[in-house]
């Protein structure tokens, strides 16, 4: 007959597993949640990228900024005004003022990869 402690500790270590299991899961969603097809590119916006980074989106657009050379057209673009308005009349943004007033960054695959280098 096996122990109750060894059972209470199996039972601790399969829900120590699940709860990582489903942050993973939670956090996946989180960032697939966050992916738009804009030009036909599926790309992140500055301000998600910033919050999945844990900075402000100041401090990620003046780093994009100061490192334009590392970010060609086929990296990152500026959202014009017309595409943000599609995303507000599509209901992927709630306004204009999601953005804070200024127009976003958008970030490919290559992009967001990119930001992991600085």
């Known amino acids: 007959m096996i122990p109750y402690s060894l059972y209470f500790i199996f039972e601790i270590k399969l829900t120590t597993m699940a709860k990582k299991e489903l942050q993973a899961l ?3 969603q ?3 949640n966050r992916i738009y097809v804009v030009r036909g590119e599926k790309i992140m916006l ?3 990228l910033a ?3 844990g900075i402000e989106t100041r401090a990620l657009k003046q780093a994009v900024k100061r490192n334009k050379e590392r970010f060609p057209k086929d990296f990152m673009f500026e959202m014009t005004s017309k ?3 599609g995303m507000v009349s599509q209901n992927v943004i709630p306004s204009k003022s999601y ?3 200024a127009a976003p960054f958008c970030f490919t695959e290559q992009g967001v990869t ?3 280098v600085f």
Do not use: C, N, S
């Open 46 to 48: 500055d301000r998600d």
């Open 30 to 32: 989180k960032i697939l």
């Open 99 to 101: 953005f804070g007033g």
């Open 114 to 116: 990119m930001h992991r």
């Open 83 to 85: 595409e943000i308005d």
């Open 26 to 28: 939670v956090t996946e």
């Open 51 to 53: 919050e999945l980074y």
